[in-house]
């Protein structure tokens, strides 16, 4: 089970599903010519969490806790194991449009998917 992060915009290993998990569309990229095989934005921070994060940049620890409890909300918790049953099946990359990934929900997600896959 490999669970991998990236950019939009950055080219991703051959065979891995890329998965977009940003709640809006990334700038500069065409609807027809999406680099990624699935959107799942209903696994993205709401946009009340998101404003207050860009906001609150110092924020982490907090925007952490309440992204995590955002997941657990019927429609995330469903995108959720919507990714736990595909990355049981292939490498999945979890991208965003997002410059640092690192600062990002993905990493936040990335770790959900993990806890999820290991019970």
């Known amino acids: ?41 209903e696994a993205a921070p709401s946009s009340a969490l998101r404003t207050f994060y860009h906001a609150n940049p110092e924020a982490a620890v907090e925007f952490r806790r309440r992204y995590l409890a955002e997941l657990d909300a ?8 919507r990714l736990v049953a595909l990355a049981r099946e292939r490498p999945v990359v979890l991208v965003t449009a997002t410059r640092e990934v690192e600062r990002s929900q993905v990493p936040v997600l990335r770790e959900a998917l993990l806890t999820r896959l290991g019970s």
Do not use: C
Request: aromatic share 8%.
């Open 74 to 81: 019927p429609e995330a918790a469903a995108a959720l194991e």
């Open 1 to 41: 089970m490999d669970i991998a992060v990236g950019r939009v915009y950055d080219p991703s290993p051959p065979g891995a599903l890329r998965v977009l998990v940003d709640r809006l569309w990334p700038r500069g990229v065409r609807k027809d010519e999406a680099p990624w095989d699935l959107w799942l934005k």
